[in-house]
């Protein structure tokens, strides 16, 4: 999968790309960063199980306590742990550490941070390594979250969702893939695809109060970016 580029392919599957990525040798910390009810998640750990590693970490941020206990719920297999982090605010004192102790199988944890995206938080997930995948499937424009993330925790690879909705990410690719021109990381764009949406009236309707907009809600787009010291060795 690694090395390969395939650009705008209509309707390829957002999941197979993640699952695929997601049993990469060199993929072993995953930043679910809107982890919600853990679906993405418990989909990153199964794939990574399947692929037979033998050390692996999944975390992400969640602010709504019954959401957090749906998580935990469904990661329960993977040792998921609740760090509490500020809750509905974004905290300013540091977060607890992931557990050292796993409470699930050796080499296999998921962390559910229970609170918005913060600096405190980031520090707590990323301070062993960073994380070599960033997942960001975001309802809103998520500039501070975004620029956070890669300031403090370096991804080798993101998978964004949502690029061509407004107020979304689609900005997020744009900077990311324009940083090297003021001295920062140089990415690489290695796949994207689109997603059908069948809420696109209902999304219009709520957004908007116009159902005949439904035609902007009705595809997702996504990339697949890949920082570019991975293809150092070809050149």
Known sequence: FA?????????SSFARTLCCLSQERNVSRVLDVVLGSGNTAFM??????????RTWTVAGFEMDRGVVQSAKQLLHNFGADVIPCGGSSPPT?????????????PGWHATIVHGLVSQPGLDALCA???????????????????????????????????????????????????????????????????LRDSGA???????????????????????????RSLYKRTG
């Open 3 to 11: 090395g390969q580029t395939v650009t705008r392919q209509p309707y």
């Open 44 to 53: 990153v750990g199964t794939c990574m199980e399947r692929a037979k590693k």
């Open 201 to 227: 009236v209902a999304n219009a309707e709520k957004l908007h109060g116009e159902a005949r907009m439904s035609s902007v809600y009705e595809s997702r787009a996504w990339i697949l970016l890949a920082r």
């Open 128 to 194: 062993d390594g960073g994380a070599d995948l960033a997942i960001i499937d975001p309802t809103s424009s998520f500039a501070w979250e975004v620029w956070a993330v890669e300031s403090t925790c370096k991804p080798a690879y993101y998978l964004i969702n949502n690029i061509n909705l407004p107020g979304h990410a689609g900005w997020a690719k744009e900077w990311l893939l324009g940083l090297h021109k003021i001295g920062g990381a140089f990415f690489h764009e290695m796949a994207s695809g689109v």
């Open 93 to 105: 004192t540091p977060c607890a550490p992931p557990l050292v102790k796993r409470s699930g199988t």
